[in-house]
């Protein structure tokens, strides 16, 4: 199999897993017993408020509409309408998205930091006391309710030594705004917006090809250049959903991730306070992550380790550092990354506990307000959502992985 | 005669090795520290009723002043409502114990036999369980659950409904792939040419050896669902109050931390550490016994 014919039968599986997912999301909410209507409302209300809400939601018609109706409005980007307002719960998903995403990027890298510096440890001091505490280490932190740690740091950083924030993103008077352009042409700011956003979008996607096309092996600058073509893909597809704003003659770009836009706005004191607040929740989510890595690494670096080619290296009397991180880790590196992908989804679970323990405002903490709200066409459409992120995301590393080890297209 | 052999044969895997186990190094004395642990939970939570010093249900409210610290009478402090916090956590374990072992159960019935026959048979009918499988074993699990136990509404059994449903996948697939290498093995081609039926390969032949996986893959399940309950509980969809519950406790905690109320939190969030670390060292301890391919 060659390298294309890979990637197509790869996007062409993930579709029919897509297409089950929502599925399998429909039938828990609208086919399952228990109606979402009768649910909402308890028993309190009267019959005709009832029938009101179905007409609105298009909760009266046959089953076999809904199914249809929610599979082509999916096709248009549309998750439905909320029972509490009616406003549409695709907006209020990209709206809180970006406070979740910020938190799952710090989380992951902290918990691959952690995961591959001590399982590096552990593997360089196999069955010694320092790599059976480590393995101690990673059983505890599977064995850690991720919100439970959260509120021990909240207790101890937060409310006895009173370093750092207990909950929330931000102070309201600190939200970064981004990058903001004065438009002199109000006429002309549209153009202006959508040349922007493809150049800003396609700077980063040309440095991205470059790196992928460029002659040389080594497997970092790959890793980096295709990290750079998803980056500017995502941006691309953002300026499209609108994550730029125009208005009162001025163009706006802001992503919504707080570390960004406060770089992009150029202000550093805004950027410390972003981390300052990013700390404890990413800590605690990256910390409860990290044991599965440091296991994989462990076992990984361990079986690397006793290969001819580290040995001659070290034969070669090159120093420590540079045999385990230059030339075995590089070998060991390709399982981990798999798993970076496999972890997720259990990412994006453990970020619902973590949000809810510190008010971060995101998609996780947007679930559980509306399973209080009972909101249930809401929940459904979150829940959709993060199965289509997931897929996606889990389609990326298996290409990601399938270019960078040949073996896999065979 | 046959059912016989079956249950010597599964027995003579599983017996020897209790017995031996700590003969068999630090495998071994993982999965007695982790049995030991649990056991001790569970005794703990079977006899509380005649070991908590207060009555930690609703009618034990204001049985000292709220929110007293812990001090000799009582030492892991008070909750918000004047209960004692050592009797919540001595009889606290129960809900989250039923609902692991009901959502445990419901998982070996169900993605047991899925896994054998979908494997046995194969074809279109296994690529198609393999399929749906597939799509929910990669969706975030405790989203799912939280999906399910909204709609079914509060209570152990839709508790342990909703995690069985994400964690039916994780044994269909151990449980397949293992049937799979056994399908091809000569034992089971012999068994098939002196025409045996279908049903005493599966049961009788096949289900035996793919028991040990069954018990990894059960124990390390265990942990899973106690915090995937705990979480459950913690976002608002846990069981209605009125029995003591750990994952309760927690949740309840939250709101007096800011005051600098740590002993409502910390005494229940060690004890659901502590369950499943029990169960998490036994899985690890025994997959490294019954497996040793699997282990490393």
Known sequence: ?410 | MNRLGVKRSMLARIVPGMASLTKRGLAGWLVILGAAIVASIIIMTLVSPWISPYDPSTKGINVGKPLTPPNSQFPFGTNDLGQDMLSRVISGGGIMLQVALLSVVICLLVGVPLGLFSSYIGGVFDRTICLVMDSVYAFPGLILAIAIAAMLGRGVTNMALSIAAVYVPSYFRVIRSQVLSIKEMPYIEAAQSIGAKSRTILFNYILPNVVPSIVVVATVNFADAILTAAGLTFIGLGVEVDIPDWGWDLTNGRRLLPSGVWWVITFPGIFIILLALGFTLMGEGLSELLNPKLGE
């Open chain 1, 1 to 410: 199999m060659t390298l294309r014919s890979y990637i197509i039968s790869r996007i062409l599986l993930t579709i029919p897993m897509i297409f089950i997912l929502l599925t399998i999301v429909f039938v828990i909410v609208r086919v399952l017993p228990g109606d979402p209507v009768l649910l909402h409302f308890e028993k309190m209300e009267n019959p005709q408020a009832i029938e009101q809400m179905r007409v609105k939601l298009g909760l009266n018609k046959p089953i076999w509409v809904q199914y249809f109706d929610y599979l082509s409005g999916l096709l248009r980007g549309d998750l439905g309408k909320s029972m509490q307002d009616f406003s549409s719960v695709s907006e209020q998903i990209f709206s809180a998205f970006p406070a979740t995403l910020e938190l799952a990027i710090f989380s992951m890298i902290i918990a691959v930091s952690i995961g591959i510096f001590l399982g590096v440890e552990a593997s360089k001091s196999y069955n010694k006391p320092k790599d059976h505490a480590i393995r101690v280490f990673g059983i505890v932190t599977y064995a850690i309710p991720v919100f439970f740690l959260g509120m021990v740091y909240q207790i101890i950083f937060g409310v006895t030594l009173r370093w750092l924030p207990v909950g929330g993103r931000t102070y309201p008077t600190m939200e970064p705004v981004g990058l903001k352009i004065p438009l002199t042409q109000p006429p002309g700011a549209f153009a202006a917006h959508l040349l922007l956003s493809c150049i800003a979008g396609l700077v980063p996607a040309t440095l991205g090809f470059i790196l992928l096309k460029m002659k040389s092996k080594k497997i970092t600058r790959k890793i980096l250049g295709f990290l750079i073509l998803i980056f500017s893909a995502t941006w691309i597809l953002l300026a499209g959903l609108g994550w730029h704003y125009i208005s009162m003659g001025e163009l706006r770009i802001a992503t919504g991730l707080y570390t960004v836009d406060s770089l992009l706005e150029g202000n550093l004191y805004k950027f410390a306070e972003a981390l300052r607040y990013l700390f404890l929740p990413s800590l605690t989510l990256g910390l409860v992550l990290s044991g599965v890595f440091v296991r994989l690494t462990r076992s990984n670096m361990f079986e690397t380790l006793r290969l001819d080619f580290v040995t001659a290296a070290k034969a070669r009397g090159l120093k420590e550092t540079t045999v385990i991180y230059g030339y075995a880790f590089r070998n060991a590196f390709l399982p981990i990354l798999t798993m970076m992908g496999l972890q997720f989804a259990a990412l994006l679970a453990g970020a619902i506990l973590t949000e809810t323990t510190f008010s971060w405002p995101g998609l996780g903490r947007y679930i559980v307000d509306r399973i209080n709200f009972r909101d249930y066409t809401a929940i459904q459409g979150a829940v959709v959502f993060f199965g289509i992120l997931v897929s996606l995301v889990s389609l990326v590393v298996d290409l990601l992985y399938a270019y960078l080890d040949p073996r896999i297209r065979l």
